[in-house]
């Protein structure tokens, strides 16, 4: 070539032949051809864009964003580049910079759908969900066949428990493509979450026809759990199916991999954990279907994640986007357990660990404990999820020695972080919740790993080594039921805050409830109503002809609606005297709490530190007949602690003469609601329980554990 035009000309050449490349997906050769075409004519904003685009395919996202930068100052109106800019900054986890260039994107193009889909995308990712849900909604409205969009819209619903609207969404997905087995798998959670298990069977089984090899979701299938059991018979016919499933995998002698734990599927049912049962046998057979996860590789992330975008060809267009399915990043896993070394600093860390969803409960139950534990002996930080974990928990607890490491989604990657934190001790508040409360334990990333009672049972998991209860909430044969070694703590082990009794408090009246009614408030999960529980409802309300039992509904109707249906069926006497009240706020909630007569604790597995803590509070009595384990317990050591056992029997026919009887007399209602009130503030803020447990978390480090108990 020569003339005045020949630069010119052998840079757009090379830049076609890069284009070339890229549509053959071989995104080095692209790379350097877009190079050489820069190197001849930098000036071009297309050039350095496309170049921008073949390195963050590549993975080198740096080089991408100086490139997009670049392309973005040579030409501020070209959306590819800032589309392509966030996109790399997305990938690299500068969610808030690529949100603020996804943006700018729309204000150059307002018809990117790309942009809303991936801008989308981010907001999910940080937990932003009614953003989200907006972001797809408006892509859908540019490009009604996109089944990703749909897709995700359904992920962001249900994370709203906008359920009705989640399955919506996903069967659209899969309605504009039969094949898309993430959406089914989405959509058969979405109905189990509804209570739907004969739905959210038959999805899941076609997920599975399209995706046949994943065996922990083909478990997850197998071992769907009854969300309101009809019958003792349906549960017992259950423990019967999950122990031949448990059989027939452990009998094919393959550990699960870590590689098949895409979608974090393969957690034990947590709602067996309302059955009564023993679960030690159960939870150790499952764990070890996963041993030595560990030390593997790791797998992608669960959603498509880019929006592959339209090739647009020819001297100063872009060839932007990328392939659905995953952003480059580091990979590898967090390898074998974790050295007994210390970090430099000589204060042993401490990591808590809280994962996504859990925010609000592990607050109102261990926010006490971050705001008081000694950070000059402690190096205190929460482990959290980066889907606004530190924006919910950051501004509640005002402790200033207490830091915050963002997770990954994603399992390796957030073991990893993990093991980079070099914790010595890593307090897990709930185990077997969630795919990545369950799994990050099996990779041993501290000395120490604990469980504790935010889940009551135990974990299985054999590199857990403890798990910290209280002597009150445990029996003699208790050990028995752990896999962990069990600390019994001489104090309750929570510093919780008291709820403050709205004043002025509401009438009955004004709540909706009946004067001169008898209410027995059950202020419980409707999950743990079990079928046992049944006949103390319909002895209580048999022998009180103005007794009223009152529940408070579940966020999802369907689940209300099997447990009236089943109050119908089982006690049809009764059952138009059980009312459900509609959910309310906190402060509602605890003037319900404050005028009923009595409440209820469920059997098995009945109110933990929240409820009990409420009720007694507001000096309501609690009727409860204390269980065999740990779940069934709370409500009885609180009313120990205090003093107070009015509400504690030992048989069911006790308990429904005992709820008669507190319900019944004015006078001894009076009375135990007086020494509850005054006995009560013991509860609240104990000072003690946070020295106990920083004294055990500095033994357990120095291998002295039995010092405090155990």
């Known amino acids: 070539m020569s003339g005045p035009n020949a630069p010119g000309r052998r840079a757009a050449a090379r830049h076609q032949a890069g284009l070339d490349h890229g549509r053959r997906g071989d995104y080095a050769a692209a790379a350097r051809c877009f190079e050489q075409a820069v190197a001849i004519d930098g000036r071009n904003a297309a050039y350095v864009a496309n170049l921008g685009e073949a390195y963050r395919r590549l993975g080198h996202l740096e080089r991408a964003v100086d490139a997009f930068a670049r392309a973005a100052a040579l030409g501020p109106d070209l959306a590819a580049a800032r589309f392509g800019l966030a996109n790399a900054l997305k990938a690299l986890g500068r969610h808030d910079e690529a949100i603020g260039h996804f943006k700018a994107t729309l204000r150059i193009d307002p018809g990117h759908a790309g942009a809303f889909y991936n801008l989308g995308n981010a907001f999910l990712e940080l937990g932003q969900f009614r953003s989200a849900r907006m972001c797809y909604e408006a892509a859908i409205a540019l490009t009604p066949d996109h089944p990703e969009a749909h ?13 009705d609207d989640a399955i919506a969404a996903f069967r659209e997905a899969v309605a504009r493509r039969p094949a898309f087995a993430e959406a089914w798998r ?22 599975l026809e399209l995706q046949p090899d994943d065996a922990a979701f083909r478990l997850a299938v197998e071992t769907l759990c009854p969300t309101i059991p009809a019958s003792q018979a349906e549960i017992d016919g259950y423990w019967d199916a999950l122990d031949a499933a448990l ?10 991999a870590v590689a098949q734990l895409r979608h974090l599927d393969g957690v034990p049912p947590s709602l067996t954990a309302y059955h009564g049962r023993d679960e030690r046998g159960y939870k150790a057979r499952w764990a070890a279907l996963f041993a030595g996860i560990g030390g593997a590789g790791g797998p992608a992330g669960p959603r498509a994640d880019v929006d592959p975008g339209p090739d647009v060809r020819g001297a100063g267009d872009v060839d932007a986007g990328a392939a659905a399915g995953g952003t480059a990043g580091a990979g590898g896993g967090a390898g074998a357990r974790a050295p007994n070394a210390r970090s430099p600093d000589a204060r042993p860390h401490i990591g808590f660990v809280v994962t996504h969803g859990h925010e609000g409960v592990f607050l109102k139950c261990m926010r006490g404990i971050l705001n008081h534990l000694p950070g000059d002996r402690l190096r205190l930080t929460v482990v959290c999820s980066r889907q606004a974990g530190p924006e919910i928990l950051a501004p509640a607890i005002a402790n200033g020695a207490v830091g915050y490491l963002p997770l990954a989604s994603d399992l390796p990657h957030a073991a990893a972080q993990v093991r980079a934190a070099r914790f010595d001790v890593l307090h897990y508040w709930e185990v077997g919740t969630d795919g990545m409360n369950y799994f990050l334990p099996f990779f041993g990333l501290a000395p120490v790993q604990c469980a504790t009672w935010g889940w009551p049972v135990t974990s ?3 590199e857990i080594g403890y798990y910290l209860s209280c002597e009150l909430l445990e029996t003699a044969e208790s050990d028995a039921f752990y896999t962990e070694r069990l600390v019994r703590l001489r104090h309750l082990p929570t510093y919780y805050y008291r709820p403050a009794v709205p004043s002025p408090s509401k009438s009955r009246a004004e709540l909706g409830l009946g004067e001169h009614d008898r209410l027995y408030l059950c202020a ?27 529940f408070i509904q579940d966020a999802q109707p369907g689940v209300t609606e099997r447990l009236r249906q089943r109050f119908g069926r089982a006690i049809p006497d009764v059952a138009g005297r059980i009312r459900f009240l509609a959910r309310m706020p906190e402060a509602d909630y605890l003037n319900v709490l404050a005028v009923a007569d009595v409440a209820l604790d469920t059997l098995h597995y009945g109110g933990g530190a929240n409820t009990t803590y409420d009720a007694l509070a507001v000096g309501t009595p609690i009727v409860t007949l204390p269980g065999r384990f740990h779940r069934g317990r709370w409500a009885y050591a609180a009313c120990r602690r205090i003093g107070v056992m009015d509400g504690v029997v030992d048989s069911p026919e006790a308990y429904v003469a005992t709820a008669l009887r507190l319900a019944g007399d004015a006078d001894v209602r009076r009375d135990v609601r007086g020494r509850i009130l005054a006995a009560c503030p013991v509860l609240f803020e104990d000072g003690e329980a946070v020295a106990e447990l920083a004294a055990f978390f500095e033994a357990a480090v120095g291998g002295g554990w039995s010092m405090v108990g155990g």
Do not use: S
Request: proline fraction near 5%.
């Open 247 to 256: 059989t027939r995998r452990l009998g094919q002698g393959r550990p699960l």
């Open 524 to 550: 419980q999960n409707l999950r743990k109503v079990q079928p046992d529980f049944d006949a103390l409802v319909a002895g209580i309300l048999r022998g009180d002809p103005r007794g009223q039992v009152l």
């Open 460 to 462: 299985g998991i054999p």
């Open 151 to 163: 897709n995700n819209l359904g992920v962001a619903c249900k994370e709203l428990d906008r359920i």
């Open 186 to 207: 989405n959509l058969g959670q979405a109905f189990e979450k509804q209570g739907d298990l004969e739905a959210a069977r038959q999805t899941g089984l076609r997920a």
